[in-house]
């Protein structure tokens, strides 16, 4: 039995999406991690219903850099049309997510696991010859994190999360 069994792993096609999103930073340790994403999405949620937007899918946390000096990331909401007024926040925006080709990975269990499951996917990238070290994340940025279930009335135990890479 392969340690990858229990990994779930899929290729799957994903479409583009208009969203709203919100860009944020931290330092790389894990517990800097989840107090900034949870900021930014407090503040996304309070703008999607300070304006009459309607969610279109999953909130993503979409990564765009990540290292020893830190991580850049962007918290966003799919929603199904622009706003009709201007969003009142200087450090919000409605722009596209990329979609593309992509391995979706599933994560289930409370979020504080997910870096378990980085850890394995990374030992699967190196294991198919995709990813020679920790460096070669970079490859597979922006990569997101898209959460299927609400954390707020969800036991953490059934919480779902799907990793997304885009294929390089």
Request: proline share 10%.
């Amino acid at each position: 039995m392969s340690e990858f069994d229990r990994l779930e792993f899929t290729e799957i096609e994903v479409a583009a999406a208009l969203a709203l999103q919100i860009p944020g930073q931290c330092g790389s340790d894990p517990s800097e991690i989840a107090p900034a994403i949870e900021a930014a999405f407090t503040k996304l949620e309070r703008l999607l219903h300070s304006h009459p937007l309607t969610s279109a899918g999953p909130p993503r946390s979409v990564y765009t850099t990540y290292g020893p000096e830190g991580m850049q990331f962007i918290v966003a909401m799919p929603i199904d049309k622009p706003p009709a007024a201007a969003i009142e926040d200087e450090d919000a925006f409605v722009d596209t997510l990329v979609g593309g080709k992509t391995l979706r990975f599933t994560h289930r269990g409370p979020y504080a696991g997910l870096m378990e499951t980085y850890g394995l996917i990374t030992r699967f990238l190196q294991a198919k010859g995709w990813m020679k070290n920790e460096a070669d994340w970079a490859r597979y940025m922006p990569m997101w994190e898209e959460y299927l279930n609400d954390p707020h009335s969800t036991p953490e135990a059934e919480l779902l999360t799907h990793i997304y890479l885009p294929v390089p």
